[in-house]
């Protein structure tokens, strides 16, 4: 994976299941999530908005969606090995209106994309 100084976005998923979940805030965008637990990490030109336990739902095509306590990001396949993403960017914000781009591609767990 390429330095955090490229301005990138990475979304990394692990198979494994987490410990014990992070502080919850009042918009805990888990509580209602279904989907499974998993250690999940959303950077976004370097800064860190998730990290530890999300809650993840996915679809057939590959597409998938993380829920953290104030943030959530959802990734939909545009083609093989090609995805677009976008988060809710404000803690308080309900939608994932904020584009992080088309250009993201699997490297390992993580996929990858120029913000």
Not at 46 to 65: E, H, I, N, V, W
Not at 80 to 104: I, M, R, T, Y
């Amino acid at each position: 994976m390429k330095t955090l100084k490229t301005l990138m976005a990475a979304i990394m998923l692990a198979a494994t299941l987490p410990g014990q979940a992070t502080n919850a805030y009042a918009q805990d965008w888990r509580k209602d999530a279904e989907g499974r637990e998993v250690d999940c990490l959303l950077q976004v030109k370097g800064k860190t908005y998730l990290k530890g336990t999300c809650m993840y739902d996915a679809d057939q095509d590959g597409s998938f969606r993380l829920f953290g306590d104030k943030y959530f990001v959802y990734l939909n396949m545009l083609e093989k090995g090609v995805a677009s993403a976008s988060w809710n960017e404000s803690p308080k914000s309900s939608h994932a209106q904020a584009p992080l781009g088309e250009d993201f591609k699997q490297d390992g767990a993580c996929w990858v994309g120029k913000r």
